[in-house]
């Protein structure tokens, strides 16, 4: 790729997160901007300025070297300074002042790209300083997409259905043991704590071919799995109970025994053979011990979706080295939900596992650390803060992650008990002695 080709790049990936920003803000009121719809969320408004004031901060007063737009606002949207439940007492930027401000950063900001080169320093190299800000703008638009989901009233957004199922997915894949190598030191806009790359041994293990499903989640709910303490760990227990947890968030069940579910403002039947989302870790915990398997660790979901068993390489995706498509994997908020188990047969990794990039972040059982020789970059606060024992994992990818910010390495994490995430699972065990694919 030439220079000039990764500038035209940058700036269509830049684009492409500031429509899907507008057209999240733009889907409700000035007053819904403003109002908190969950206390775990903030309000749209904030996460708006907050995009802007973030990317003035990396790449026009740092990257590009030019006076600041707005300091006055950088203490109201730093992120570790308010909580997010106490957002909406700040006096944030109206609606329209916010619409203005991103505007004009973002106008500084593709003047910077063209004048700027895009090598000799770690964060001009290959653009990667411009990457951050548009995997950071659309993780916050996946943010405020669960924020939609929260709101109460009637429907915002509007998106066609998923592709239906088009082959038959089930059983396992075994994966047999052996090193890969987990994490990257050579793809250019990953993030500080994808790296470096590492060789890991892994244990043979079997990982089921498709995330479980609606279908297979209410066995488990049928079978008392919300009044069997002994399939829960002792903090999921406690959290079940405190919090009466009887089956996903968003989820109700009527008269008759039928299940339904709101979904951005619809309220329509679950569906049986989509995968399961709204779970927390610890329900995606009980029902593998429910279904007499456990949750894959963080090195098997990679090697399942990276390692290719043809030449020993861990690629980019599960199909390979090239860029997501609409039939490869279910991203980008193109669809506003998972698809069906077996819609993207084109995504299956060579052993045939499926969907494990987009429809819905898979849980692992690995909390959140970073590999050996971690060095965090460009700031401490992207990750290397909640490292320890209090996050786990999540990988793939959801219906609401954009492409740029997903891929084999990418690691997201979240506290256990978090359910309003686009989150779901599959199981993995260990292998047999002899057992092969
Ligand atoms: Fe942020």
Redesign the pocket.
Known sequence: MTTEELRTDIAMVLDRARTRTSLLTEAVSDDELCAQHSPLMSPLVWDLA?IGN?EELWLVRDLGGREPVRKDIDELYD?FQHPRASRTQLPLLSPSEARGYVKSVRDKVLDVLDRTPLYGTPLSDHGFAFAMIAQ?EQQ?DETMLATHQLRRGSAALHAAPPPPKSAAVGGEAVVPAGPFEMGTSSDPWALDNERPAHRVHVDAFAIARAPVTNGEYIEFIGDGGYSRPALWSEAGWAHRKASDLTAPLFWRQDSAGVWWRRRFGLVEKVQFDEPVVHVSFHEAEAFARWAGKRLPTEAEWEKAARWDPATGRSRRYPWGDEAPSAERANLGQRHLQPAAVGAYPAGASPLGVHQLIGDVWEWTSTPFRGYPGFRYFPYAEYSEVFFGTDHRVLRGGSFGTDEVAVRGTFRNWDYPVRRQIFAGFRLARDAEQGENS
């Open positions: 907050h973030q992120a950071h916050h």
